[in-house]
């Protein structure tokens, strides 16, 4: 099926710990994301990657850090995990220039720090 | 104050309302307006989009965008059950999405 897919669905770990959230899409889209939504429904961009450059990067702490190794995956690593990183994170794609054709958005990862 | 505004919720109405769902925006630079819906544990995906003001039809669903009062709209009609759903309005300008809080619609069999 072409979609956006992310892996794990749900993480929970300790707080200090580091994890990696991966994302792959095979819709063929030159731009990809991560958001997060807390727990209030906001979506929040963090970061833009576009042809593996990135392009938007919010302010997100320096413990965040994405990683885009070719055009269809983006991966995020999450360095000291801590309490207030608790959210849905998900991943999207799109093609530049036609953002309003929607962005795709995948499943999200469920993170809980404990 | 956050850029865009939109009433959390929650809605709740029988099968077969109309259901009117609202967002207000603060930046005037906004050129498009977007609506999303977003089932329990699952991404956003795109319901339809507006350009300039005016009414953009599809189906059941009617996006209403005011520029003058920045304020953008989402009618369904003939709302059915697999509507429930929380719906996030969303306004892009330049290479940025701004997304409003989204609102959550329970319709009631």
């Known amino acids: 099926d072409t979609a956006v897919s992310q892996t794990p669905k749900y993480l929970v770990t300790q707080m200090g710990n580091d994890k990696s959230i991966k994302c792959e899409q095979n819709?063929?889209?030159?731009?990809m994301y991560w958001y997060k939504q807390d727990s209030k429904k906001f979506l929040k961009i963090m970061f833009s990657?576009?042809?593996?450059?990135?392009?938007i990067n919010e302010t997100v702490p320096n413990r965040f850090s994405p990683k885009s190794p070719d055009k269809a995956h983006l991966n995020l690593h999450i360095n000291s995990l801590e309490l207030g990183d608790s959210a849905v994170y998900f991943c999207?794609?799109?093609?530049?220039?036609?953002?309003?054709?929607?962005?795709?958005f995948g499943p999200g990862t469920r993170l809980t720090v404990t | 104050q956050k850029e865009v505004e939109q009433d959390p919720g929650p809605l709740s109405v029988p099968e077969g309302a109309i259901v009117s769902l609202n967002c207000t925006y603060s930046?005037?630079?906004?050129?498009?307006f977007m609506w999303y819906r977003q089932y329990s544990r699952k991404g956003p995906e795109l319901l339809m989009y507006?350009?300039?003001?005016g009414n953009k039809e599809d189906g059941r669903f009617t996006a209403q965008v005011d520029k003058s009062s920045k304020y953008i709209s989402l009618f369904i009609r003939d709302s059915q059950p697999s509507d429930s759903a929380t719906y996030l309005c969303?306004?892009?300008?330049?290479?940025?999405?701004?997304f409003g809080g989204g609102t959550r619609l329970m319709v009631k069999p």
């Open positions: 999207a794609s799109s093609s530049r220039g036609r953002e309003v054709d929607g962005k795709y």
């Open positions: 969303a306004m892009w300008v330049g290479n940025m999405l701004t």
């Open positions: 819709l063929g889209h030159d731009t």
């Open positions: 990657y576009n042809n593996k450059e990135l392009i």
């Open positions: 507006t350009y300039s003001s």
């Open positions: 930046n005037s630079a906004f050129q498009y």
